[in-house]
């Protein structure tokens, strides 16, 4: 399916990766990319799956979930109860409800990241670039991105090696 343009916030043509010592590489010539509107995008893909038939459960959490011997789902949440052919979980991590269902959900630390992400406004920076810094300084066993909205605001993250973070310990910013 193919981007559409009320989605596209900023089209992005080149990443600046900066590295510990505060030296950046600028790489141009890349495929074309694009940073959405998740929720106008997730909006239209909503409607998109409704009109295609798909029963949609809206503010509905599932609390539990098993699977059948000939692969149906038979499904139990706050004020539903239902059985499909295919259910997509969303509930994270190391999902309960993917072990509900007798799959191996567990990760090792190594293999995951913690992230925090948020929002910044009033920000100025290029509108066609990503940039991403690294360092174990800044994000031991990860990186910080920077990602334009194109409307003076970016996104902005932090991801750490799962294996390499503990509760309350963050990246230092400098």
Same mark, same amino acid.
């Given at each position: 399916?193919?981007?559409?343009?009320?989605?596209?916030?900023?089209?992005?043509?080149? /990443?600046?990766?900066?590295?510990?010592?505060?030296?950046?590489?600028?790489?141009?010539?890349?495929?074309?990319?694009?940073?959405?509107?998740?929720?106008?995008?997730?909006?239209?893909?909503?409607?998109?799956?409704?009109?295609?038939? /798909?029963?949609?459960?809206?503010?509905?959490?599932?609390?539990?979930?098993?699977?059948?011997?000939?692969?149906?789902?038979?499904?139990?949440?706050?004020?539903?109860?239902?059985?499909?052919?295919? /259910?997509?979980?969303?509930?994270? /991590?190391e999902s309960r409800?993917?072990?509900?269902?007798?799959?191996?959900?567990? $990760?090792?630390?190594?293999?995951?990241?913690?992230?925090?992400?948020?929002?910044?406004?009033?920000?100025?920076?290029?509108?066609?670039?990503?940039?991403?810094?690294?360092?174990?300084?800044?994000?031991?066993?990860?990186?910080?991105?920077?990602?334009?909205?194109?409307?003076?605001?970016?996104?902005?993250? $932090?991801?750490?090696?799962?294996?390499?973070?503990?509760?309350?310990?963050?990246?230092?910013?400098?």
């Open positions: 399916m193919p981007v559409r343009p009320e989605w596209i916030k900023s089209t992005i043509k080149k /990443v600046t990766m900066v590295a510990p010592d505060g030296r950046s590489v600028e790489v141009g010539n890349i495929d074309e990319s694009y940073i959405v509107d998740r929720s106008i995008m997730d909006r239209a893909l909503l409607q998109d799956a409704a009109d295609a038939g /798909v029963r949609l459960f809206m503010r509905t959490a599932i609390t539990a979930i098993t699977q059948s011997a000939d692969g149906l789902y038979h499904c139990t949440g706050t004020g539903a109860e239902f059985t499909a052919p295919c /259910v997509i979980l969303a509930d994270g /991590v409800l993917a072990r509900d269902c007798g799959w191996n959900a567990g $990760l090792n630390l190594k293999d995951i990241e913690t992230c925090a992400f948020g929002r910044l406004a009033g920000v100025s920076l290029p509108n066609d670039a990503c940039i991403f810094y690294t360092g174990e300084t800044i994000a031991p066993g990860g990186y910080l991105w920077v990602f334009p909205r194109g409307d003076g605001s970016a996104n902005i993250g $932090l991801g750490i090696a799962g294996n390499r973070s503990s509760a309350g310990i963050a990246g230092n910013f400098y």
